[in-house]
């Protein structure tokens, strides 16, 4: 399967180096064309309706959330080159984005092309772009989250999870109409991604602090569920602290 794709980065060297890398590494990649910023990218996505823009993350005159934005009514996927940047990999994490670090990683090139590739033959009905977009522009509270599952995958509000609980190499993931997603994510994954209101209490547990009905000397917590979860003395301090 030929995918039809586009390179948007503001570097000469950057567009040159993954070119050769695509050439040479990911044949089924087929280019249409590059852009090195917002004015030149919108309209060669526009011209060329790829299946595939890699796009920089931080360019001049406009980043590469601006560039989605422009380009909301052509569907193609993303594999987002950056920089290391905690914003910007919270960002793409919570709507499960592709995304390869600067500099570029060949294993990673080809493991980040062949998953959009299983993509796009699996013809997904998911929307990591606009996902991406609608979450940047509410706080993390409000924001949706991608949850990998074994059938496939699950978009949940974050405002949604009661409680998150270590299970192997997977995570069960318990909401609050009182059902559970079992995703292929560590829990450490969601520790990393998930800001305040969750906090680690236990290393098998994150919590939802707005859910906290009661709290007990013995180093027990009950949520709005009644479930009891342990508070292990190495997170009882934060914990405290946080409703302190």
């Known amino acids: 399967m030929k995918i039809k794709a586009v390179i948007v980065d503001d570097e000469h060297i950057a567009r040159e180096v993954l070119r050769n890398y695509l050439t040479k590494y990911c044949p089924q990649v087929e280019l249409s064309g590059?852009?090195?910023?917002?004015?030149?990218?919108?309209?060669?996505i526009a011209e060329t309706r790829p299946q595939l823009v890699f796009l920089d993350v931080e360019m001049p005159f406009g980043n590469a959330f601006d560039v989605l934005e422009a380009t909301q009514e052509y569907p193609y996927e993303t594999i987002f080159i950056t920089a290391f940047s905690q914003y910007s990999l919270q960002a793409l994490n919570r709507s499960a984005s592709y995304y390869i670090l600067k500099p570029i990683d060949i294993q990673e090139l080809i493991?980040?092309?062949?998953?959009?590739?299983e993509s796009l033959e699996k013809k997904e009905e998911l929307n990591r772009n606009r996902i991406l977009l609608e979450n940047l522009k509410?706080?993390?509270?409000?924001?949706?989250?991608?949850?990998?599952?074994?059938?496939?995958?699950?978009?949940?509000?974050?405002?949604?999870?009661?409680?998150?609980q270590a299970d192997g190499n997977f995570t069960q993931v318990y909401l609050t109409d009182g059902s559970k997603k079992m995703?292929?994510?560590?829990?450490?994954?969601?520790?990393?991604?998930?800001?305040?209101?969750?906090?680690?209490?236990?290393?098998?547990?994150?919590?939802?602090?707005?859910?906290?009905?009661?709290?007990?000397?013995?180093?027990?917590?009950?949520?709005?569920?009644?479930?009891?979860?342990?508070?292990?003395?190495?997170?009882?301090?934060?914990?405290?602290?946080?409703f302190s």
């Open 34 to 44: 590059e852009a090195q910023n917002i004015k030149e990218a919108v309209p060669l």
């Open 111 to 117: 493991l980040a092309v062949n998953k959009v590739a």
């Open 138 to 164: 509410v706080k993390p509270e409000k924001q949706q989250l991608i949850l990998p599952t074994l059938q496939g995958f699950d978009v949940v509000k974050t405002e949604d999870i009661l409680r998150l």
């Open 183 to 242: 995703v292929c994510r560590f829990l450490k994954h969601f520790d990393d991604l998930l800001e305040h209101p969750f906090i680690r209490v236990h290393r098998s547990h994150v919590i939802n602090i707005n859910f906290v009905k009661s709290y007990h000397k013995s180093g027990t917590v009950t949520l709005s569920d009644q479930t009891e979860i342990e508070v292990s003395g190495s997170f009882k301090e934060h914990f405290l602290k946080v």
